[in-house]
C-alpha cells in the first residue's frame, strides 16, 4: 500500500517537474523572442539611420569652367555642402580652331568679360573658343547715354550681320532693350546724367581697321562702345551666329 503511494507521489512529482520545466522553457523561449524582435528593430534603425548618413555624405560633381575655359569640378554632398573643388586645365581656348559648317547656330550664345578684355564664346552650354576684345575709352563703367563711349552690360540679342565699309562685319545688338531703358531712367532720376540725354544705339561687335589687329593685342580701348574684335576673329564668328537668336551676355 505504501509502495503504491509513493509510486503515485513519485510519479505527480515528476509529472510536477515536466509542467514547470515546460514552463520555464516556454518563458525562456518566449524572452528570447522579445529579445530576438527587439535586435531587429535595433538592426533595422541602425541600417535606417547608416543608409541616410550615406546618402547625405554622397557626393557628386558640378562641373563649370571658368573664365579661361578650364574645367573645374566641385564635389559636393546632398545637403549642398562643398567638399572639394578641382581646376583642370584645358588647353587654352584663345582661339581654338572649330568647324562653322559643323555648328548648330541656335546653339550659340556669348559672354564677354570687359575686365578680361575677351570674348567666350559657348556652344551647347561649353566654351567653343574665345577671342581677343576691345571696347570704348571707358571700358570698366556701364553706358549711361548717348556718347559716352561706354560698352553697354547686359544680356542682348543679335539682330543683324553685315560687312562693313570701315570695320570689316558689323554686328547689330538690341541696345536698347527695356533693361537698358530701366537703368537709363534711374540715371536721370540719380541725375547722374542730363534730363535731356538721350540713350543713344548702334552698338555692336565689329572688326578694325586694315592691319590693326596689335591694337586689340595692346588691349586699347578706342571703340565708340562697340565691342572690337580681330578681323579674321570676327568674319569666323559671323559664321556661327544667327541675327534675332545668338544672345550676347556683357559683363565687367
Known amino acids: 500500500m505504501y509502495f503504491k503511494h509513493f509510486i503515485l507521489i513519485t510519479l505527480i512529482f515528476f509529472a510536477a517537474m515536466h509542467v514547470h520545466s515546460q514552463r520555464r522553457q516556454a518563458d525562456s523561449l518566449k524572452l528570447k523572442q522579445i529579445q530576438y524582435n527587439k535586435q531587429l528593430k535595433e538592426d533595422a534603425l541602425k541600417k535606417k539611420e547608416t543608409d541616410n548618413k550615406k546618402a547625405n555624405d554622397k557626393a557628386f560633381v558640378v562641373v563649370s569652367y571658368d573664365s579661361k575655359g578650364n574645367k573645374v569640378e566641385t564635389f559636393k554632398t546632398n545637403n549642398g555642402e562643398k567638399i572639394t573643388t578641382t581646376t583642370i586645365k584645358l588647353p587654352s581656348a584663345l582661339n581654338r580652331p572649330f568647324d562653322a559648317d559643323t555648328i548648330d547656330k541656335d546653339s550659340v550664345s556669348i559672354k564677354v568679360v570687359k575686365s578680361k578684355f575677351r570674348m567666350q564664346v559657348y556652344y551647347k552650354g561649353k566654351i567653343l573658343t574665345m577671342y581677343k576684345s576691345v571696347f570704348g575709352p571707358s571700358h570698366l563703367q556701364q553706358k549711361q547715354q548717348e556718347g559716352d563711349r561706354r560698352t553697354p552690360e547686359g544680356t542682348f540679342t543679335i539682330l543683324d550681320v553685315k560687312k562693313h565699309d570701315k570695320w570689316d562685319i558689323f554686328m547689330l545688338l538690341d541696345y536698347p532693350n527695356q533693361?537698358?531703358?530701366?537703368?537709363?531712367?534711374?540715371?536721370?532720376?540719380?541725375?547722374?546724367?542730363?534730363?535731356?540725354?538721350?540713350?543713344?544705339?548702334?552698338?555692336?561687335?565689329?572688326?578694325?581697321?586694315?592691319?590693326?589687329?596689335?591694337?586689340?593685342?595692346l588691349k586699347h580701348n578706342w571703340t565708340d562702345g562697340c565691342v572690337a574684335l580681330k578681323n579674321k576673329d570676327v568674319e569666323e564668328l559671323a559664321k556661327i551666329i544667327k541675327p534675332g537668336v545668338t544672345k550676347i551676355t556683357i559683363l565687367r
Not at 181 to 210: D, L, T
Request: glycine fraction near 12%; hydrophobic fraction near 30%.
Open 179 to 217: 533693361e537698358s531703358y530701366m537703368y537709363f531712367e534711374q540715371c536721370k532720376e540719380k541725375c547722374e546724367i542730363p534730363k535731356s540725354a538721350r540713350i543713344g544705339g548702334a552698338v555692336g561687335i565689329h572688326g578694325i581697321w586694315p592691319k590693326g589687329d596689335n591694337v586689340i593685342d
